[in-house]
């Protein structure tokens, strides 16, 4: 079933290979510009909603700006993920600074993104909000190449590049080396 004819148009199963430049309110948070360009499957929501359905028919070298409303983004900003943590529940390596990262185990052990908003005598307040949760996205994007997914990339629902550790992991078996000491026949003619 193999199909070999390279597809011309974004589509379902398709690997999208992808240029953009992301603005929220005129700036650029993030860009492809001086880099490589994204590579995704399109249909398996490896992107934003929002963006992947308005990539469908658009051919290489097309490019367009999409607007993104942040509930088909990064969602809307919750403000019942804001909450108040006692100073002393922090170990003592943690810098409690505005606007430092962290990564926060919940009850369920359920690992989870936040961010320090505020820093009182007290308490400290952390967001877990994604940092774009709320925003409206403008992606100027450009369609830089399109391929046929391999079967495997498609059973798992996403892309594998040449440096997948999946496609690194190899076997060796003793035996192939064991009988190396024979000498090879026809040698010493
Ligand atoms: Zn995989």
Do not use: C, W
């Not at 948070?29 to 990539?55: A, K, M, W």
């Not at 079967?151 to 798992?156: D, G, V």
């Not at 440096?163 to 000498?183: C, G, K, N, W, Y």
């Amino acid at each position: 079933m193999a199909n070999t004819e390279k597809p011309t148009v974004v589509a379902d199963d398709v690997v999208v290979s992808l240029d953009y430049t992301l603005k929220v309110n005129g700036e650029v948070l993030d860009t492809t510009e001086g880099s490589e360009p994204i590579q995704f499957l399109q249909g398996h929501q490896n992107i934003i909603p929002g963006l992947e359905r308005e990539l469908y028919g658009m051919k290489v070298g097309d490019t367009r700006t999409v607007l993104v409303k942040a509930a088909e983004g990064y969602g809307e900003y919750d403000p019942e993920a804001v909450i108040d943590v006692p100073r002393s529940e922090f170990p003592a390596d943690i810098p409690l600074r505005v606007g430092v990262d962290l990564t926060v185990r919940n009850e369920e052990g359920e690992l989870l993104d936040a961010r320090i908003t505020s820093v009182g005598k007290d308490v400290v307040q952390l967001d877990f909000n994604h940092p774009l949760a709320g925003k409206d996205l403008s992606f100027e994007v450009t369609i830089v190449d399109l391929r046929n997914a391999e079967p495997e990339e498609l059973a798992h629902g996403h892309v594998h590049d040449e440096f997948d550790e999946e496609e690194l992991e190899f076997e060796f078996d003793e035996e192939d080396f064991e009988e190396d000491d024979e000498e090879e026949p026809g040698k010493n003619n």
